[in-house]
């Protein structure tokens, strides 16, 4: 079954700290996706990826690294949070033709 | 500016009711996809319809390339269809999509 797991679900991090958020996908998907949703401004496209070991910036880059080890494993990397950056993130993988799947997404609280 | 609108922000009806959302963009789209979000939950893809009419179960999806607007109806709502609708434009090939704020959908029993 097709799935895109996000690791941790929950977060709590301090201010100037690093966070890395982890993304897993089964279904052989050449691209994979991270989104950040907020209340009035939807979900907005941080960066992507079309396969292992490349890497693209979305619409909102800043702040934010992104890795992309193999096909399976997506990572969100904050160097340094700050609490602009506290949001629920997604994670999704998807084929050349289809609609992207996501994951169950990843609250972080930045304190 | 916001490149898709989605429109009502909010909508509540009583089970069995019809739903109509709406959803403009300002760019081209290659692609339109609308996607259900359950309270707190994930995003599932409903619908993807770039252009014309297309149905899936009680949901049709009609989306008029050259006015740049698609709509989603709901028939015969039920409680379980509560949630957020999301609309999703993509302006390249390939799918990083641009969402809107989503509608938020109430229905009572």
């Known amino acids: 079954e097709a799935a895109v797991t996000q690791s941790p679900r929950n977060k709590v991090a301090v201010t100037g700290g690093k966070v890395t958020l982890s993304c897993n996908q089964t279904?052989?998907?050449?691209?994979m996706y991270w989104y950040r949703q907020d209340t009035g401004h939807g979900l907005r496209l941080i960066h992507y990826?079309?396969?292992?070991?490349?890497?693209e910036k979305g619409d909102i880059p800043d702040g934010y690294k992104a890795s992309r080890p193999s096909q399976e494993n997506f990572s969100l990397i904050l160097e340094l949070a700050t609490p602009s950056q506290t949001s629920v993130y997604f994670c999704?993988?998807?084929?050349?033709?289809?609609?992207?799947?996501f994951g169950e997404g990843t609250r972080l609280s930045v304190l | 500016g916001q490149q898709v609108q989605q429109s009502p922000a909010s909508l509540v009806l009583q089970e069995g009711e019809n739903a109509e959302l709406q959803c403009n963009f300002s760019?081209?789209?290659?692609?339109l996809q609308w996607f259900y979000q359950s309270p707190g939950g994930s995003l599932v893809s409903l619908l993807s319809?770039?252009?014309g009419t297309k149905h899936t179960g009680r949901l049709t999806s009609t989306t008029v390339t050259k006015e740049r607007r698609s709509s989603l109806h709901i028939s015969s709502s039920q409680t379980t269809d509560s949630g957020t609708y999301l609309c999703?434009?993509?302006?390249?090939?390939?799918?990083?999509?641009?969402f809107g704020t989503g509608t938020s959908l109430l229905v009572d029993p």
């Open positions: 999704a993988s998807g084929g050349q033709n289809q609609a992207p799947l």
């Open positions: 279904n052989n998907h050449n691209n």
């Open positions: 990826s079309y396969g292992a070991g490349s890497t």
């Open positions: 760019s081209t789209a290659t692609q």
């Open positions: 319809n770039p252009s």
């Open positions: 999703a434009i993509d302006r390249n090939m390939g799918y990083k999509l641009t």
